[in-house]
């Protein structure tokens, strides 16, 4: 492993670790269509945002399942999901996902876990409404595939250290599973996104604070 990438990641298990484990517990409770659910609303907006709409949501279906969002009305789950933004469209694909999962999967998409990755992968990509990022998370989330979603933060941190400067998706998930072991990929994901929260950030990145501002070619500190 780069050793940028290792301090990295020895400072975010050091910092976030104990939180990190407590999450992934509750990823492994959770159903998966209620994660593809919450992947969905999460896209171009803040976890706070998130959770409102994600209340919102359960207020009016009760439980979150593909039946349930089938059933619901358009404009019940729109003005649900209002606080997390782009409410049209995001209600939209929740409606063609839950379409595509009941007709063309019985209900649930517990059929991926035996395929192998990649397949399964194929498939998740080929439902409107989901992107890599979103199949890679069901996958990684749900299945136990030893993928590493990228979001916007993983791709952030990337491209700043320099570990994988493309902005082509596959390309960085690939640059960077390339140096983190399959059974660690789903606690990198978490680390990298929570360093980028809090230390990499998107604008005013704390770079004093970082355990790699002496070797990231983007340091404010190294210049
Ligand atoms: S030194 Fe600054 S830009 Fe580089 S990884 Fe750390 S916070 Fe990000």
Redesign the pocket.
């Known amino acids: 492993m780069s050793s940028i990438l290792e301090n ?1 990641l020895k400072y975010a298990e050091k910092t976030y670790g104990e939180n990190v484990n407590k999450f992934i517990d509750e990823i492994r409770k959770r159903e998966c269509f209620e994660h593809l659910v919450l992947t969905i609303i999460s896209q171009n907006t803040n976890w706070r945002n998130v959770r409102k709409a994600a209340e919102n949501l359960k207020k009016i279906l009760g439980t979150i399942t593909p039946y349930t969002v089938l059933s619901a009305n358009i404009v019940d789950l729109e003005r649900a999901l209002k606080p997390a933004g782009l409410y049209r469209v995001k209600s939209r694909w929740l409606k063609n996902i839950a379409y595509t999962v009941v007709k063309e999967f019985g209900g649930s998409l517990d059929c991926l876990e035996e395929l192998p990755l990649d397949e399964a992968r194929e498939i998740l990509l080929k439902i409107p409404g989901i992107g890599f990022k979103t199949a890679d998370i069901i996958l990684c989330f749900c299945f136990s595939k030893p993928i590493l979603p990228v979001d916007t933060h993983i791709k952030r ?1 990337a491209r ?2 320099g570990i994988c400067v493309s902005k082509n998706y596959d390309e960085i998930r690939i640059k960077l599973e390339r140096e983190i072991r399959s059974e660690a990929r789903l606690k990198a994901h978490l680390l990298l996104i929570l360093f980028g929260r809090n ?2 950030r998107a604008r005013k ?3 004093r604070k ?1 355990p ?2 002496g070797i ?1 070619p ?4 190294s210049k």
């Open positions: 990295i941190i700043r250290t230390i990499c990145p704390l770079c970082c790699v501002n990231c983007s340091s404010i500190i």
